[in-house]
């Protein structure tokens, strides 16, 4: 996007793709672009998926059912294998988790230009990131969530006596009863690290992917950019190898994209089993 | 100068960190493959199973790497230390 009229150096193409479209300042900053683009995204998958439950047959399914059942079938499969506790909220925060989670990824997908570009030219916004999970503050909001749902089934699972007491015995096992005050301090320690790295970092891992793969798009970009806008040096053989190294890239995309949908999905199993097991 | 010097570092310090990140997953994707192999061929009833397992794995190995990436692109593009040495 040109910041006036002439073509952008590369280093300010770059740096205008990386903000997002924020009002407010400090705390109080909103990124609207990414409460936007996740909300429409929500809406929008979510809405179908509700339309293709509400039009099920038990008979021959539809082709959409169809799809819509494999998916649930599969992530229904993972949780009854990992989780061994007894919840009616797993599953379908699990299919919420996937589903969404993969769907704001795919947004990836879209030419990095596209969506900034109707945002400019139709509602005259200067800038907009597409990817709701390339900004670390929705990544967070989704981990944070996942954690206080940990310390809730841990809480409802084991009872508030039955949490406290794991926190301080848990790794380190004593009868003694002198050993036991000694290994209290260091269980609760090695509890908090434990406890504060789950969230941490399932939203950085998520982020840590989404935003390299949106940054190595704009790059990649930038070589078409070279044999057009004529600011970097010219050369007809880079809007070939933009185009070879997009689609290249964009194909082990779609491979990470789902990957790491997957692994949010299956790591929220994992902690939401290991919170309502007791030893 | 105080400037070329701190960029000259920083990229230095972002080429360290993608590089040490793509070692370290390149070694664990390895090893991770190779024990995959020998467990489907000790069991080929298990591939599926063994086949999702290792992309589990396989996410949990791409963190850090992805995080330290992450980190470089945010200080070759974004640098957040920059503004010390331009005076504010």
Redesign the interface.
């Known amino acids: 996007m040109a910041s006036g009229s002439a073509a952008p150096t590369a280093?300010e193409y770059?740096?205008h793709h990386?903000v997002n479209h924020h009002v407010g300042h400090g705390f109080w900053t909103f990124h609207l672009d990414t409460l936007i683009m996740s909300g429409l995204v929500g809406i929008v998958v979510f809405g179908l998926m509700a339309w293709a439950a509400r039009n099920a047959t038990a008979g021959v399914p539809g082709k959409f059912q169809a799809f819509v059942e494999i998916v649930l079938g599969m992530v229904d499969q993972q949780c009854r294998d990992t989780f061994h506790g007894k919840s009616e909220l797993v599953t379908p925060l699990a299919i919420t988790v996937f589903v969404w989670v993969f769907c704001m990824n795919a947004l990836d997908l879209i030419p990095v230009d596209f969506i900034p570009w109707i945002m400019h030219n139709v509602f005259g916004v200067e800038h907009w990131k597409a990817v709701p999970t390339t900004d670390p503050n929705a990544t967070f909001a989704m981990s944070l969530t996942v954690f206080a749902l940990i310390l809730i089934f841990n809480v409802k699972f084991k009872g508030v006596g039955g949490f406290v007491h794991e926190i301080f015995t848990a790794p380190f096992h004593s009868d003694n009863i002198l050993l036991q005050i000694v290994f209290a301090p260091i269980n609760l320690v090695l509890r908090f690290v434990e406890e504060l790295a789950k969230p941490v970092?399932l939203a950085?891992?998520l982020?840590?992917?989404m935003?390299?793969g949106e940054?190595l798009f704009i790059l990649m970009v930038l070589l078409a950019g070279a044999w057009t806008w004529q600011s970097i040096g010219t050369s007809s053989l880079s809007m070939i190898g933009h185009v070879v190294l997009s689609l290249g890239w964009g194909i082990f995309h779609i491979l990470i994209i789902t990957?790491?949908a997957?692994?949010f999905m299956?790591l929220t199993i994992v902690y939401m089993s290991l919170a309502s097991e007791s030893h | 100068m105080e400037l070329a010097l701190f960029l000259g570092n920083t990229q230095i310090a972002a080429a360290l960190l993608i590089g040490m990140g793509a070692l370290g997953t390149a070694i664990g994707f390895g090893i991770l493959g190779g024990r995959f192999l020998e467990s489907v061929a000790r069991q080929p009833e298990l591939l599926n199973t063994q086949r999702v397992n290792m992309f589990i794995v396989a996410g949990l190995l791409d963190a850090f790497t992805a995080i330290a990436t992450a980190i470089a692109i945010l200080l070759l593009y974004a640098n957040p230390l920059v503004s010390q040495i331009r005076g504010g």
């Open positions: 280093n770059i740096s990386l970092s950085l891992r982020f840590g992917n935003f390299a940054v990957l790491q997957f692994i299956m």
